[in-house]
């Protein structure tokens, strides 16, 4: 079950860099923030700063994912693996709360977060669940 942890830590952190680019650096695009995150051109001046920030703790949490992984690999079992769990259980809640906010329909309509939800949260899960077993 090791590789299989490491294989989804490494696809949940390869999400969550993936994200840290569309919000930080093509965020003004309209394929990205019209199309993917369903933002309408007008209403990007009042979320860039969101965006941009939450781009951060994306990088942040794929960033730690790929460290421990990296120090699992290196011999440092004990801290690569409580790395991974650690970061893998803040992507795999922050994929809840997107869920949530999408049910809620809290900045766009009902059901267009449902994809990244489930793209930021089931990865990181399955590596939680390969650990623990």
Do not use: K
Not at 8 to 31: D, I, K, N, Q, S
Not at 55 to 74: K, M, P, Q, T
């Amino acid at each position: 079950m090791t590789a299989v942890a490491q294989v989804f830590a490494l696809v949940g952190a390869f999400v969550h860099v993936l994200v840290f680019g569309w919000e930080v650096l093509v965020f003004g695009r309209p394929g990205i923030h019209r199309g993917i995150f369903r933002i309408p051109s007008a209403d990007v001046p009042a979320v860039r700063l969101w965006a941009f920030n939450v781009g951060f703790y994306n990088l942040f949490l794929g960033s730690g994912a790929i460290a421990g992984v990296v120090l699992w690999w290196s011999g440092e079992v004990a801290v690569g693996r409580a790395l991974v769990l650690y970061t893998c259980a803040f992507m795999a809640l922050a994929g809840v709360a997107l869920f949530a906010s999408d049910r809620m329909a809290l900045s766009r309509p009902r059901g267009a977060g449902v994809v990244g939800s489930i793209a930021q949260a089931v990865p990181p899960l399955v590596a939680i669940l390969a650990v623990v077993w």
